[in-house]
């Protein structure tokens, strides 16, 4: 069980996960489902969101760190927003000295994932206390479960809709460009979703 915020101690289990550590935190808690759904439309977006989400988790982790759970609200909302935010910002920067085309692309859901319950996972009430040193693998852990289900998916839509990887020709184009669209990323997502739960509900039986 994990621990609420007003208890005592330090637990190692985060709200994202069930009492058995099977849960998919996009199952749980929609997290990180609208920047996959919506901006993953192809292999280099996917790899680029994937990059930004890691600096943020790390980045918040971080701050939990030095917060270590001790400010209340409304304060607490500030000490983790205001360095996600302007570390959102500094990914966005950076990425348009990089690739322009893809900081375009993706720019307009940068607000979203520095405020994705993935990257903020720290700032939920019912969040339960880790230890500091717990902090970076945590955060680690829940920027990976986004990273398997990104990059798959933005490559998918990407083969496809125009038959290209990172911009190169792999084969004919498909021509199924309704994948670009979010609806279809939605669906990518519930059955890749769908096959994760059912693989690790096969290995718990």
Known sequence: MSSKRNSSGWSRLTDYESESGEK????????????????CTNAGNALALTVIMLLLCVGMSVVYMYERGEYRQPMRSVVYLVPSALLACGCGLLLNAVS?????????????????????ARLQPDAPFV????????????????????????????????????????????GAQGLTLPFAGF??????LAIWQSRKDSAVR
């Not at 998919?24 to 901006?39: D, E, R």
């Open 187 to 192: 669906l990518l997502l519930g059955f890749g």
């Open 100 to 120: 322009p085309v893809c900081a375009d692309s993706i720019a307009m859901y940068l607000p979203v994932a520095a405020a994705d319950s993935l990257v903020l």
């Open 24 to 39: 998919h935190p996009m199952l749980l808690h929609a997290a990180g489902v609208a920047t996959i759904a919506a901006a």
């Open 131 to 174: 230890s500091p040193s717990r902090a970076l693998p945590e955060a680690l852990g829940l920027w990976w479960m986004y990273a398997v289900m990104a990059l798959p998916i933005g490559a998918l839509r990407e083969l496809l809709a125009i038959g290209t990887l990172f911009g190169l020709r792999v084969f004919f184009n498909v």
